[in-house]
């Protein structure tokens, strides 16, 4: 349609004329191969989400308000924009179209990182005026599909004022219980309105700044005379790695799934590093895409940090990418108020940490198939449904809840557990409101301990879904400040990590703002694990805002196709 800018300005609302409707329309369509081998064919996609975000008067915040619809059975879609966006000057330039959740049943899977920005004015009048998208293409989750990084040498990045140095840095059992390495992938697009040919440069100069508030990741593990870890802050610096891959960041695809293979590219970890002591307390990746797409790439130890800590050390860089001279939150980083009693004083069963007998052989069924990965999104209706069957009575849950407690359910019948094994759940419960006093707003460091639930496996699989979400609510009641410190003088005199025997440990992002640093170039459009350990779940948010939950599981293989069946609602 060729028009004047006189009709752009009349159809765009600008004018005397007032506009009613403004509908963003397009269509959805899948590109897979049907059977291994054979040509890819194309078909529509129904019953997908599809989101349409919007830059107002906020620019320079980078928020999008997204607003969502459903395609048809041809795989159509037409969202209707809110009333306060009808106005908005030059909408094809302010607005862009995602997939946001693809259905269960498709070959499909969506990219959240592709985002489709040329929006045409393609119809006006009749007080509606139309906007297409286009085609929207999504290819089949292929797990194969590889590229190509190079990586410069690494630079060592220290602090830009003196902080810390020489002195020895406390650990608390807390972060000893959890000592290991913790690789995050977080992926950002590329923005219309800035080049990130200098985000390396950008994001070196940042962390050097922002490594005077976290001086410890500047430092080194080492052994206390007592037997513990403890950080020695000798001025090492951190490793900083710049990356570039050959491919669209659109390759990357959906990261949901862990793919160490894959997501390994975008991790530096010190190859010559031959255990934890000489493993650097933190490495950064920043790897730029041809597209302009860029993914920071972060192998953390667990002990320096948990979800929260690491969420809020992400956000400080971000604040400081965008030379803001304050933290919002500046870090708390004095870790020896959660030091253990002297004498200890442990005055409850510590089941976390019990060993269990594996009378169902399933260590030799774990080490003896491939693990499988596999993603599976419950919605709003379905974690309603599930709310309800973890009810009882006039009580209430949380989805929290209710979802664990249908997850590890369906884990031990998947298994085909022994009814007489004795099996557990472990999650990490957020404690820094439960000390008492609580610990200081912007704590840095591990604030959590594991909640446990122990039964005999007959118990989980012959009873309702309320039976276990039952024990899960008793196990987060009574984490108390006495339990919290009972559970820390345990540690002390025990040094006992939790058995992973029959047991299932869960991990939740979905309230961890991972996504919502911004060094400069917007939100990140993914971010989750690089790798994930057998027996370990994750419940990952979706992306945009969406009431859905997206759980990674992995399980043998012999044992992945009853857990899918399992979790038909």
Not at 127 to 132: D, E, H, P, Q
């Amino acid at each position: 349609m060729q028009l004047t800018r006189a009709e752009h300005v009349r159809l765009g609302g600008y004018g005397e004329e007032r506009i009613s409707s403004v509908l963003v329309a397009g269509t959805l369509l899948c590109d897979a191969c049907l059977r291994p081998g054979s040509d890819p064919v194309t078909f529509p996609v129904p019953g997908a989400r599809i989101g349409v975000g919007c830059r107002t008067n906020g620019e320079s915040t980078r928020k999008t308000n997204w607003i969502w619809g459903t395609t048809d059975e041809f795989g159509e879609f037409m969202v209707d924009l809110p009333s306060h966006l009808h106005a908005a000057p030059w909408l094809e330039e302010s607005c862009m179209v995602r997939v946001l959740l693809m259905p269960k049943e498709c070959l499909c899977r969506s990219n959240p990182g592709m985002v489709f920005r040329d929006l045409k004015l393609s119809s006006g009048g009749n007080s509606i005026r139309v906007y297409s998208a286009g085609t929207l293409r999504c290819r089949e989750s292929n797990g194969g599909v590889t590229f190509i990084v190079t990586r410069s040498e690494p630079v060592r990045v220290h602090p830009v004022e003196d902080a810390g140095d020489g002195e020895f840095y406390f650990l608390s059992n807390l972060d000893q219980n959890v000592a290991g390495i913790m690789k995050t992938v977080h992926l950002f697009a590329a923005a219309t309105d800035r080049s990130t040919a200098d985000v390396g440069g950008v994001l070196r100069d940042a962390l050097a700044k922002v490594l005077v508030h976290f001086y410890p990741f500047s430092g080194s593990l080492t052994i206390s005379p007592e037997g513990k870890l403890i950080v020695k802050c000798d001025g090492r610096g951190v490793p900083f790695v710049e990356a570039a891959a050959e491919c669209d960041m659109e390759v990357v695809g959906d990261i949901s799934i862990p793919d160490p293979e894959k997501l390994g590219k975008l991790v530096y970890v010190d190859p010559q590093a031959k255990n934890i002591l000489q493993t650097p307390l933190l490495t950064v990746q920043v790897t730029r895409f041809e597209c302009g797409g860029f993914v920071v790439g972060l192998a953390m130890n667990h002990c320096m940090a948990d979800g929260i800590s690491s969420v809020e050390f992400l956000q400080s860089w971000a604040e400081t990418a965008r030379n803001r001279r304050l933290l919002s939150r500046p870090p708390f980083l004095d870790r020896t108020i959660q030091r253990a009693r002297h004498p200890t004083k442990i005055e409850f069963p510590h089941h976390e940490f019990a060993e269990l007998e594996d009378e169902s052989n399933l260590t030799q069924l774990f080490d003896s198939e491939p693990n499988r990965y596999r993603a599976f999104t419950f919605g709003s209706d379905e974690l309603g449904r599930l709310k309800g069957m973890a009810t009882v009575d006039d009580g209430s849950c949380t989805c929290f809840v209710a979802l664990s407690a249908f997850i590890w359910r369906s884990w031990a019948r998947a298994l085909n557990m022994d009814p007489r094994q004795k099996t557990k759940l472990l999650f990490a419960v957020d404690v820094r409101r439960r000390f008492e006093p609580p610990l200081p707003v912007g704590f840095f460091g591990n604030g959590v301990v594991f909640g446990c639930c122990l039964c005999k496996a007959g118990e989980l699989q012959d009873n309702p879904v309320s039976f276990a979400a039952r024990l899960i609510q008793a196990s987060v009641r009574n984490t108390t400040d006495r339990f919290i410190r009972s559970a820390i003088d345990h540690l002390e005199s025990n040094r006992a990590r939790p058995s992973l025997t029959a047991t299932l440990v869960i991990t939740t992002w979905t309230k961890l703002q991972f996504m919502s640093s911004d060094f400069g170039w917007g939100e990140a459009v993914q971010s989750g694990p690089a790798e994930l350990p057998h027996k370990v779940v994750v419940f990952l948010p979706q992306v945009n805002g969406m009431k859905s939950v997206t759980v990674v599981v992995g399980l043998p293989a012999s044992s992945m196709k009853a857990f899918q069946e399992l979790l038909q609602l």
